[in-house]
């Protein structure tokens, strides 16, 4: 029997100061931490009380679609009892078609609208964000480290919601903004050890006569089995879907548990006059409470998630005055860091995979986003649905969301389906949502008032089969996505797979924010999500797996002579 040192030998370091040693549990409870701790504010306050919250503060210093001369709220003052709250955390009138309008920057805009129109500036300033820092995640120790500085900035911004009141409503934008900047980059961050906890993950160095559970030599550069081996890449691939997928139930489950207490806050708040006088703060101190969650379950990531430095920066040339030398410093580092991310375009563009993988992405992303978005402000304003029935609604998508994350998986094994085989279906099946609440233009279920989200309970159901679909899309988008991404440049493509995921989102919820405030109404805005939800799927058929990490494999070896060919030029230079 061999010694453990034999069974499970380290790496070839392929630069100095690269960690090669094994993921321990330890290790990989720190990525699954994060997971638990970012995740809550995806789902609890991203999905949920952000647009609620943006939605009810605008409301609060607005006034009606149809009558600009009626505050929204002030109507509903006069009311007592439990319809008093009830309307008065969703609409200010009884007009169904009626929306709340508020002016803001000059334009006259429904507060439906204002919350779409927030999410597209965040998502877009996420974009830029991670386009000018991306690229120092892959050099040094950065990677871990920019992890570290956007969680807890996003976490102090979520705390920060709860001194928000209507007054001051135009201030909650901002705190928005900056909130899902850093869950973006450091969900982005956080993908970025994935295959790094692939490559290095204990089974990878089992002998083949002792188990053959998990064989990774596929993603070892240094070993002498072909790299895109079929079955080799098979393992991987279920190995990669295993831990994003173990990550986002973990999340999952997590988010369901604070939208519970969440849920006790709301009904605590409902008895009493608080509420009644000030209708955002419960909504606001929830915010709080996810805000204090995300720094409190970082920690455990800090403390265990080794940092992983990938290869150094490039030195910047001493400069011969040192008046400038701090701008020229930051200038250097932005411009490695812009030309960086352009370089990782131009190697996306030049492997057919990706760009095939990245568009689908952009455009199943944004399909995604706007899905999510509409349907929770079209539940608070059409179905006149209350803070607590949205918060139950979360539940429900977050429940549907853990089944899905754990259970296709199993489900994924049972029939021997591929990741990209999952990832497809679950692309397709998105399609249903749309369409069903274009149901509600047919004569027929108008006449009967239900059908296509006439109805409050309606949306449950559908809430659950959306919810199983993106447990599905969030495990398998990584776990497809990794295989394709040229080794040592982790960071820097699964911020272009960042890019591409949110950059995307501030187009879908503009657009829909767009055809609101033309209509009066959220409901036309189903049809062009129909049209976006159709796109993605062909593209995904397309992808290649196989061949995608095969030209990944060959671009590692093509950079790598090429930078023996220039070290070799300098050396000559240097002699003569």
């Known amino acids: 029997m061999p010694s453990d040192e034999m069974v499970r030998p380290r790496l070839a370091a392929r630069y100095e100061g690269e960690d090669t040693s094994i993921i321990t549990q330890r290790e990989l409870n720190g990525w699954y931490s994060y997971a638990i701790a970012a995740e809550v504010f995806a789902v609890v306050a991203t999905g949920a009380f952000l647009p609620v919250t943006l939605e009810q503060l605008s409301r609060e210093r607005g006034f009606l679609f149809s009558d600009k001369s009626r505050p929204c709220v002030a109507q509903t003052r006069s009311l007592s009892g439990q319809d008093s709250m009830r309307n008065l955390l969703t609409r200010a009138n009884d007009a169904k078609q009626d929306q709340c309008v508020i002016n803001f920057l000059g334009m006259g805009i429904t507060t439906a609208s204002f919350a779409m129109y927030t999410q597209s500036a965040a998502v877009l300033v996420q974009a830029i964000t991670l386009i000018c820092f991306s690229s120092f ?50 969900f982005t961050l956080l993908n970025a050890f994935l295959p790094l906890l692939v490559s290095n993950h204990e089974g990878k160095y089992i002998d083949d006569f002792t188990s053959s559970d998990f064989e990774l030599e596929a993603l070892n550069p240094e070993s002498n089995i072909r790299r895109h081996d079929p079955e080799k890449l098979s393992r991987d691939l279920q190995l990669s879907a295993n831990i994003s997928s173990k990550g986002v139930g973990l999340g999952y489950m997590a988010a369901v548990f604070v939208q519970l207490i969440s849920v006790v806050i709301l009904f605590i708040f409902s008895k009493t006059s608080i509420s009644k006088s000030n209708p955002s703060l419960p ?130 094994a049972c029939y ?161």
């Not at 871990?144 to 911004?157: E, I, N």
């Not at 969650?293 to 430095?309: E, G, V």
């Open 137 to 186: 995640a892959d050099h040094g120790p950065y990677r871990k480290k920019m992890l570290m500085m956007f969680a807890y900035t996003g976490s102090v911004v979520s705390v920060l919601f709860i001194v928000i009141s209507p007054a001051i409503y135009y201030l909650a934008p901002i705190l928005a903004i900056i909130g899902v900047t850093c869950l973006g980059c450091s």
């Open 283 to 412: 909504m606001r101190v929830v915010l709080s409470l996810v805000g204090i969650w995300w720094a409190t379950f970082t920690t455990p990531t800090l403390l265990w998630l080794r940092p992983r430095p990938g290869p150094p920066l490039p030195v910047q040339l001493k400069p011969h005055s040192r008046q400038f030398s701090r701008y020229r410093t930051f200038l250097f580092y932005t411009m490695f860091s812009l030309s960086s991310f352009w370089n990782t375009v131009k190697r996306a563009w030049s492997l057919r995979q990706v760009f095939l993988f990245l568009t689908a992405w952009f455009l199943l992303s944004d399909a995604i986003a706007t899905i999510s978005g509409t349907a929770v402000l079209f539940a608070r304003t059409e179905l006149e649905m209350g803070t607590i029935a949205i918060a139950l609604l979360s539940i429900t998508v977050i429940g549907s969301g853990i089944v899905g994350a754990f259970a296709l998986p199993r489900i994924s």
């Open 416 to 576: 021997s389906l591929e990741p990209k085989s999952v990832f497809l279906l679950c692309a397709v099946l998105i399609e249903i949502v749309p369409l069903y609440g274009l149901l509600g233009y047919i004569p027929v279920l108008q006449r009967a008032k239900v059908g296509g989200l006439q109805q409050p309970w309606e949306i449950y159901p559908l809430g659950a089969f959306h919810g199983f679909i993106m447990g599905g899309i969030s495990s398998y988008s990584r776990s497809v996505f990794t295989p394709l991404i040229p080794e040592g440049s982790e960071a820097a493509f699964f911020a272009l797979f960042a890019v591409t995921d949110k950059g995307s989102s501030a187009f879908g919820p503009a657009l829909v924010g767009w055809i609101v405030d033309r209509a009066g109404t959220i409901r036309p805005a189903f049809i062009f999500l129909a049209v976006l939800a159709l796109c993605p799927g062909p593209l995904i058929y397309m992808v290649d797996v196989e061949r995608g990490r095969g030209d990944a494999a060959r671009m590692v070896e093509t950079d790598g002579r090429r930078h023996e060919d220039t070290d070799t030029s300098q050396e000559s230079r240097s002699m003569l």
